[in-house]
């Protein structure tokens, strides 16, 4: 697309992403801005996706696809592993995947 070929990040790509994922609402929401700045449309011609789900996201114009984790939850679990860590320094390293939900805004397009 030639909108996207306009934006200096992308000028020297030959096959430009169709999608960026961020690392935090605040990261799509200031990558949004940059791209619009540059003449890129979103979702038109780059879909951006946040994390967190942050009051803004949806307020936002695109509103924020993002994904939504109950911050409680892993705080409570931080704590969990820190107290256990205290106790027993030669506790093994846990991985734990919390529940999530992908919050279908209007930054993402179907392709």
Do not use: Q, W
Not at 21 to 26: L, V
Not at 75 to 83: C, D, F, I, Q, S
Request: some cysteine; proline content about 6%.
């Amino acid at each position: 697309d030639e909108t996207i070929k306009r934006s200096p990040a992308f000028a020297r790509m030959t096959n430009p992403p169709t999608a960026i994922f961020c690392s935090s609402d605040m990261v799509a929401i200031a990558t949004i801005h940059g791209l619009k700045s540059a003449g890129v449309r979103v979702p038109e011609d780059i879909s951006i996706m946040g994390f967190d789900d942050i009051d803004i996201a949806r307020l936002f114009d695109p509103g924020l696809t993002t994904v939504y984790i109950a911050k409680h939850m892993i705080g409570r679990e931080a704590v969990r592993l820190l107290l256990k860590r205290r106790e027993c320094p030669d506790t093994p390293t846990e991985r734990i995947i919390t529940d999530h939900t992908v919050v279908v805004r209007d930054s993402t397009r179907h392709l």
